[in-house]
């Protein structure tokens, strides 16, 4: 079936290909607001409509428009050869789609959870993110895995896990995670364009937040290089790292925070692998103390690489300890009750700044779990 597809694909390019339509592309120079989920799904059908290598794959992406409709209409309009349902086999799909990276086509894969990624791990780091060294360079993959990433709202603990520091442990991918519709639409325009494997963690809960973006997100160009952060808010007294769905809390919270004399920089990472550690390093050396804030568990996250790489590279410049924010060291429970005490909260990131004197620079160097836990460095 995928050397049918791939012919028919790779014929198409001696056919005129049908430009990407869609109402957002009629805009006015006033900025417009979009879902996430809308965000994500221009970008597929924009880079579909340019590259006929592209096409899409996994579980329910055709005929049910997909699990969360980020696939919406693609089928109707390229056809079955380009949007493939999977049988429930991520193994066998994301398999097949390496394969076809391997000859050159560029696969989308979508995993309903990225929990379901366990169950083709082996295909993502042993054959996606190693073969190009391996091979001295010969052989390119580029695929993009994506789906949902983290905790959702009451599917317990095999359902609610946070993939960042696993995949951006490995060498030979690229880890991005979007915050905004801005960020959703332009990496994963920048994850389809490159010749690497990129994991592409989104949030099932941000899918239907709208944002506002310019006229230039919505230009069919637009794209947002990969390994590049964003100041989302510029402060002067603590610098605040988040990605995903935190960099929501992390923005509400220096509001917050503002009405107490403290000016926050926060900082969107957008990419995990690449890092960007020239961003990072240059605000804490202008702000002189550093918050991270992660939804997943507290060893070997995010945060602590962070840490790590601050250490190292502006530890002169530190007037306090670093605070780690993250997700409580426990899997996440089912109850409603306990399942927020496990998740980070506004109030977590806005406490670490008040209860141990921050007005007097008085920090303690503990790791900051979700339900008021700490842990001792």
């Known amino acids: 079936m ?11 390019s001696f056919q005129k290909i ?22 994500l799904n221009s970008a597929l059908d924009e880079e579909m409509s340019a590259d006929p290598k592209v096409f899409l794959m ?6 049910y428009q997909g699990a969360y409709k980020i696939t919406k209409g693609l089928l109707e309009k390229y056809g079955p050869e380009r949007v493939l349902d999977t049988p429930i086999t991520e193994a066998g799909f994301t398999g097949i789609g390496v394969g076809a990276a391997y000859y050159g086509l560029k696969p989308v894969v979508e995993f309903m959870t990225f929990n379901f ?27 993009v895995f994506r789906g949902p990433n983290g905790a959702a709202a009451g599917v317990g603990a095999q359902h609610s896990q946070c993939y960042a520091s696993w995949y951006a442990s490995c060498p030979g991918l690229k880890v991005l995670s979007p ?31 709208s944002f506002p973006v310019s006229d230039e997100v919505l230009d069919s160009s637009f794209c947002i290089p990969i390994g590049k952060a964003k100041i989302e808010r510029e402060g002067k007294d603590v610098t605040i790292t988040a990605f995903s769905k935190m960099v929501g809390y992390a923005l509400k919270a220096a509001e917050i ?55 190292e590279e502006s530890f002169a410049y530190l007037d306090a300890p670093v605070e780690r924010i993250a997700g409580a060291d426990v899997p ?10 496990a998740v980070p909260q506004i109030e977590d990131i806005i406490q670490i700044q008040e209860s141990e004197g921050y007005n007097s620079f008085a920090f303690v160097d503990t790791v900051v779990c979700a339900g008021n836990a700490s842990v001792n460095n």
């Open 257 to 311: 925070l503002e009405k107490d004399g403290i000016h926050a920089e926060v900082i969107n990472l957008r990419s995990i692998r690449p890092l960007d550690r020239t961003t990072i390093n240059a605000s804490v050396r202008k702000t002189n103390r550093l918050v991270t804030v992660e939804e997943g568990f507290p060893q070997h996250g995010v945060g602590a690489e962070i840490c790590a790489s601050v250490v």
């Open 179 to 209: 915050y905004n519709s801005e960020d959703a639409r332009g990496l994963l325009k920048a994850a389809i364009r490159d010749p690497d494997p990129v994991v592409f963690l989104e949030n099932e809960l941000l899918y239907g937040e």
């Open 332 to 341: 996440m429970p089912y109850a409603a009750n306990l399942e927020r005490m």
């Open 117 to 143: 990624s366990m169950q083709a791990i082996d295909h993502i780091i042993n054959s996606a993110a190693k073969s190009n060294y391996m091979s001295a360079g010969q052989i390119s993959v580029p695929i």
């Open 18 to 39: 049908r430009p990407a339509v869609s109402v957002l592309r009629s805009y006015s120079s006033a900025a417009k607001k979009i879902t996430v989920r809308e965000a």
């Open 2 to 12: 995928l050397a049918i597809a791939r012919q028919r694909i790779l014929g198409q």
């Open 58 to 63: 996994g579980e329910e992406v055709g005929e």
